[in-house]
């Protein structure tokens, strides 16, 4: 299967500080993955250089083969990337659907229209994303008071307009209630395996990652320490050290469980 | 050698007075967001009461004594406008208190007017500094050497101020984040008037302290405007040295350049301008302001819907009703409601950009005039056809606004607004100083319409054409595509980069289209005027155009042409009366306290709060 995203020696050093070093790694088509890590790992910077709102000091990123490595964000957008932001970014003065359909006029290239009436362009199509994402109910709200899993579902909306090849997804669950995750992460998964596109997402609830990702990754302090499947990583002493708290507790039970 | 020497010290007694109103300014700006248009009303005020307290106070003490005095009579009365007028507006949205600013602009003028008098004041000589000292055989008065001795002193102690002491630490936190330093416990409000104080204080000082070199007039408060925003903005936003280096230049080449140029004084300070802001963007002390670093104040604007069928049919109504007016009214009222459409139309462009686009341009006017321009030196130079020169109007003040846009958009929020004000400057003196050319102060007149229009009745009706067409045009372009597209850009950038908006390009058209929109408004009113003068490009106009969009309700789609029909039908009755500017700089200040969200927002508000109960909209 060959890689839809192939990153390679990522790097990004601001003034001396190195965030992100050296960081190397694909993602396979219809992959869900993980992205995990302790505050301050690197791993919204490495979201940024992949969709291009930072430009990486040094490293390449590929898109199906196709080098995309500093491109601008809207142009990154145009080769299939998606994106939602772990700190929400939408229309405040729109309403729900018509975010959607923002993003729906921008994949069609009709931001320019000056005849056409923007709240009656592609609204069916908006409305079915909102019914896949869950907000259908929803579509006539003003965005301004939505809550903020709501407007994290809108962002997943959004950034599937343009059918992507890649969803990039910043801590999608952030800010949901722990039921609201487990299905927002359902949801996900099920979207991943239906149109067969690949998601890279980063995630601080265990159990989320855990139950849902089919390869997880570890960044600790700028650097990959460890790259995996589910078990793999879950059993990983380095892993355990720096990212689970010193693991001493989690690797007590295990033994005893084990004896 | 000795004469460069003598000007090169003029030119540094001259900062003296620039510096101590721009940092003023760069103060109260950076702690309050505030953009003081009043400021300049603030130095004027530091004149005149420094010249009356001269007349009663002797000696060099009563000199020197004056001038501080003064000073701390202007702060003090800072302290009274923050308190009465801005105080209640800190919660209005984002640059809403400008207005209030402006409405104490038009008060000071009339209080100045009925205190001091119209006549111009010369200011009394320094006692003790009277003579002049030879430097290299040129005369230098020993004034300017205690000015040029003096401010290095006051940015010392200001410096010192603001990074050295406690208060200044509250002062720094504040200019960042001022949410914060009130959830320390400090208490903002007070943290604000002490800055207003400080500010206004300065101000008053600037103007005391160049009686005796410049005297005091009624103009001097928009006259000293543009200089100072310039130097705040050429020094850096917020940086003390930055203020007092772009003084010192500006007023150095402003010496040298009345000397060797004579005929481009006013352009060069603009050149320079957009020269050190095309090499550093941020001024030259200045930082980069870090996006959303001060956060949206007020609430996000509402969805806005296509009018419906109901609100179609009472303009439709209003529009016939309209049509009849010269049947039924006399002719002073045809050519009262020509100039209603043609502000109007201005307005709206400027709400085009302003309202849905979160531009804010300073320097709309130059369009206007820009627009107004390009048909009258058509028909004086080229004799043109009414047609062919009103048809290019809008196509010239829309190439200009491609141009200026393209430079101003490279910066964003208050650097974006202070450019657009120092390019429409550049436009307005190459006008002015231009004589040959542009006629200069004299205008250009005998610029009337073809035959079949030089009826008063005629071109009303040509006027509610274009113009009324022109806002409708604008207004439907809001529910377009690319109106969304530019309120997308405004609301949230990085989402519409992420989703393959260009942002900056979607603004620059949208400046572009607003341009050539209050280009045709200046077409529109030349013809039915017969004659334009310079000061259709002045500061003035433009900011006449920001105070009706944020009066009229900067977060609706109406509130531009709403506010515009109403403070041009107030001013034409207002005018009458001698101390008019009093009476409406009480009133814009009374719509600013009164009804926050503009006169359609506050409206649509009152409407809300009655008739609906739960639902979002209640959440207010």
Same mark, same amino acid.
Request: hydrophobic share 55%.
């Given at each position: ?119 009656? &362009?592609?609204?069916?199509?908006? $409305?079915?994303?909102?019914? @896949?994402?869950?907000?259908?109910? +929803?579509?006539? #709200? %003003? ?94 002493? &380095?892993?355990?050290?720096?990212? $689970?708290?010193?693991?001493? @507790?989690?690797?007590?039970?295990? +033994?005893?469980? #084990? %004896? | ?620």
């Amino acid at each position: 299967m060959s890689a839809v995203l192939d990153v390679s020696n990522l790097s990004k050093s601001f003034g001396g500080i190195d965030a992100v070093s050296n960081v190397s790694f694909s993602v396979a088509k219809a992959e869900l993955l993980a992205l995990i890590g302790p505050n301050g790992a690197g791993k919204t910077t490495c979201f940024n250089m992949l969709m291009g709102q930072t430009k990486p000091t040094s490293g390449t990123v590929k898109l199906n083969g196709e080098t995309i490595t500093g491109m601008q964000p809207r142009k990154v957008w145009r080769k299939g990337i998606g994106r939602t932001f772990q700190i929400t970014g939408t229309y405040a003065s729109m309403t729900v659907v018509e975010n959607v359909q923002m993003a729906l006029l921008s994949h069609h290239k009709r931001l320019f229209d000056l005849r056409a009436y923007a709240h009656k &362009q592609y609204k069916s199509e908006a $409305l079915a994303l909102l019914e @896949l994402v869950g907000m259908q109910d +929803q579509s006539e #709200r %003003a965005c301004a008071v939505l809550a903020y899993g709501d407007l994290k579902r809108l962002e997943l909306a959004i950034a599937l307009t343009h059918d992507p090849i890649l969803l990039l997804m910043d801590e999608p669950t952030a800010g949901m209630a722990p039921k609201e995750r487990i299905a927002l992460m359902q949801l996900t998964a099920d979207i991943v395996e239906q149109r067969q596109i690949s998601a890279l997402f980063t995630e601080h609830d265990m159990d989320v990652v855990f139950a849902h990702a089919h390869r997880v990754m570890v960044l600790n302090r700028g650097e990959l320490i460890a790259n995996g499947s589910v078990e793999e990583v879950r059993n990983n002493a &380095q892993v355990q050290e720096v990212y $689970l708290g010193g693991g001493s @507790l989690y690797h007590d039970e295990e +033994q005893e469980t #084990r %004896a | 050698m000795g004469l460069f020497v003598a000007q090169l010290l003029t030119g540094l007694a001259n900062a003296a007075a620039l510096f101590l109103v721009a940092s003023g300014l760069s103060l109260i700006f950076g702690v309050t967001r505030i953009v003081n248009f009043s400021h300049g009303s603030f130095y004027m005020l530091g004149a005149f009461i420094g010249y009356s307290l001269m007349q009663v106070l002797p000696g060099a003490i009563g000199f020197w004594g004056s001038i501080l005095l003064a000073g701390l009579a202007v702060g003090l009365i800072g302290v009274v406008v923050e308190l009465l007028v801005l105080r209640p507006v800190y919660k209005a949205p984002e640059l809403f208190q400008l207005v209030a600013t402006f409405g104490v602009i038009l008060v000071i003028q009339d209080l100045a007017l009925m205190i001091w008098g119209a006549e111009d004041v010369l200011g009394p000589r320094a006692p003790g500094l009277k003579g002049i000292v030879r430097i290299m055989g040129e005369p230098v008065p020993k004034f300017d050497l205690a000015l040029i001795a003096i401010t290095p002193f006051v940015l010392f102690a200001l410096w010192y101020l603001i990074s050295r002491t406690r208060v200044g630490v509250l002062v720094r936190a504040a200019t960042q984040d001022r949410e914060m330093v009130g959830a320390l416990g400090v208490n903002q409000s007070w943290l604000f008037t002490g800055v207003f104080f400080l500010g206004a204080a300065l101000a008053g000082l600037g103007g005391a302290i160049q009686l005796p070199k410049g005297g005091a007039d009624l103009l001097m408060d928009f006259n000293i405007l543009a200089s100072i925003f310039v130097v705040v903005v050429i020094g850096g936003m917020g940086s003390l040295p930055g203020a007092y280096i772009a003084a010192v230049l500006i007023s150095v080449l402003n010496v040298f350049g009345v000397a060797y140029i004579p005929q481009s004084t006013l352009v060069l300070m603009f050149v320079v301008m957009a020269v050190v802001l095309t090499v550093r963007p941020y001024g030259l002390l200045g930082r980069e302001e870090v996006a959303g670093e001060h956060g949206q104040v007020g609430e996000p604007d509402k969805p806005i819907k296509p009018a419906g069928w109901m609100a179609r049919i009472i303009v439709l109504i209003f529009l016939v009703a309209l049509g009849f007016l010269p049947f039924v009214a006399e002719p002073f009222f045809t050519i009262l409601a020509t100039d209603v459409i043609v502000f109007c139309l201005f307005a709206a462009s400027l709400h085009f950009i302003l309202g849905l686009g979160g531009l804010v341009s300073f320097g709309h006017a130059a369009y206007f005039g820009g627009g107004a321009y390009v048909a009258a030196l058509l028909v004086n130079y080229a004799n043109s056809p009414m047609e062919l020169a009103f048809l290019l109007a809008p196509i010239g003040a829309g190439l200009l606004a491609v141009i200026i846009g393209w430079l101003c958009l490279r910066l964003s929020g208050v650097y974006f607004a202070m450019l657009t004000l120092a390019l429409a400057q550049l436009v307005w003196s190459l006008v002015f100083q231009w004589d040959e050319f542009t006629g200069g102060d004299d205008g250009l007149v005998d610029i009337w319409p073809s035959a079949y229009l030089s009826d008063s009745t005629a071109y009303f009706y040509f006027t509610m054409v274009f113009g009324i067409g022109g806002i409708l045009l604008l207004r439907h372009m809001a529910h377009t595509p690319f109106g969304y597209a530019l309120r997308a850009s405004r609301d949230s950038v990085r989402q519409a980069e992420a989703t393959g908006i260009n942002t900056k390009r979607v603004q620059w058209v949208a400046f572009s289209i607003a341009g050539a929109f209050a280009g045709l408004a200046g077409g529109l009113f030349v013809f039915s005027k017969g004659s334009i003068f310079p000061v259709e490009l002045e500061i003035a106009k433009s900011f006449d155009g920001l105070i009706v969009v944020f009066l009229g309700g900067v977060k609706t789609l109406s509130g531009g042409v709403v506010g515009a029909a109403a403070l041009t039908l107030v001013q034409d009755y207002i005018t009458r009366f001698e101390y008019w500017r009093l009476a409406l700089g009480l009133l814009i200040i009374a719509v600013v306290i009164i009804a926050p969200k503009g006169i359609v927002g506050s409206i649509n508000a009152l409407f809300r709060y009655r008739f609906t109960r739960g639902g979002d909209e209640v959440k207010e």
